[in-house]
């Protein structure tokens, strides 16, 4: 397998703790093992099989030990221990597992992705964390929207419509927010444009969609929040640091294509064509011919870094109010695009 790259799209986490093969088809993450126990356990148990879909595929790991050779920024490069250090227990030189796995739609499925992070639940410290790491993360929590509200905007990239480039948005938003601020952070992740067509080289950023090709998305991405928030309160998890991964596509054509293909014309699986879909894209790509639409949106929950399996103590609380409060949100923003009379 050649591993390529970090990839271009990442908003949030941490910065290096990904790399994709050559392709951006695959995407190795480093983990420890209780995430490698998580996906292994989602991968046997029967209570999971609802979760699955929006969850990452996992096709398994890789066993390394070594030394992360930094100074390779492009690749990764494990350098062998010395004997000398093979006992030791320190995360820099321990025995590495990397996960892999792919998004059903990954970003480059898109032609022009806009991706939101969002992190999910009102705790960010694993129970067998020190008690100078527990309080800071709880004064993190008290300090941001996490304690109050269940989520926090990690960060996201929307593309302008003028420019045709993508404008990140890093962590440092997301933590200055209030929460009464929520509903303005989701309309800048989820920006409606402004005029009906796109001013190619305009002087002045444009970023969006059209209100008629956002509704649809966004009335369809409430009904996925909703159902994976019903699932979650059936499981017995504790998920600290897991994010929900909201990923549409901004290009006009094509995303207006992918509603009238995936969601008007009555395709109840946005997924259910994945791998003929990648087979079409593949003939294609090789033809020189652009790709068929994809689905005009994804949604998945990631990073299981601290993600337990918790048998007799209930769903996680903190993060079914993080789902409530986002789909809240969606509500309020839902409203606002149908009040408006381009949208009509």
């Not at 209780?34 to 029967?46: D, I, M, P």
């Not at 990452?56 to 890789?62: A, D, E, R």
């Not at 337990?308 to 923003?333: E, I």
Request: aromatic share 6%.
């Amino acid at each position: 397998m050649s591993i390529g790259s970090r990839p271009s799209s990442q908003v949030g986490g941490h910065i290096g703790g990904l790399e994709t093969t050559e392709d951006d088809s695959l995407i190795i993450k480093r983990a420890l093992p209780v995430e490698v126990e998580f996906y292994q356990n989602l991968a046997t148990s029967a209570a999971f099989e609802p979760l699955r879909p929006f969850l990452p595929h996992f096709y398994g790991t890789l066993r390394l030990e070594g030394e992360h050779d930094t100074t390779r920024s492009d690749t990764l490069v494990v350098k062998p221990l010395p004997e000398s250090l093979k006992e030791d227990t320190d995360e820099s030189t321990t025995t590495w597992y990397h996960i892999i796995s792919r998004l059903p739609s990954p970003p480059r499925t898109f032609l022009r992705p806009n991706i939101l992070d969002i992190k999910l639940g009102t705790v960010l410290h694993d129970e067998f964390a020190s008690p100078e790491k527990r309080a800071r993360a709880e004064k993190s929590a008290r300090e941001t929207t996490t304690l109050e509200t269940g989520i926090r905007i990690t960060g996201f990239q929307v593309y302008d419509n003028s420019t045709l480039s993508p404008v990140k948005t890093d962590i440092l938003y997301g933590k200055s927010l209030k929460a009464a601020e929520l509903p303005a952070g989701i309309a800048r992740c989820l920006p409606v444009a402004s005029t009906s067509n796109i001013a190619l080289g305009a002087k002045e950023p444009s970023f969006g969609l059209p209100c008629g090709t956002l509704l649809p998305i966004m009335e369809s991405l409430r009904e996925d929040i909703a159902e994976l928030r019903a699932i979650l309160e059936g499981l017995e998890l504790r998920m600290v640091g897991a994010s929900l991964l909201i990923i549409h596509e901004s290009d006009w054509d094509r995303a207006a294509q992918g509603v009238k293909l995936y969601m008007e014309e009555g395709s109840d699986d946005m997924d259910s064509d994945e791998s003929e879909d990648e087979e079409d894209d593949s003939e294609d790509e090789a033809a020189g011919t652009p790709k068929r639409p994809g689905p005009p949106y994804t949604v998945n929950l990631i990073d299981f870094a601290h993600t337990r399996m918790a048998p007799g103590k209930g769903p996680d609380r903190g993060v079914l109010l993080g789902l409530s409060t986002l789909m809240k949100l969606f509500d309020d923003r839902i409203q606002e695009l149908r009040a408006m009379d381009r949208c009509g």
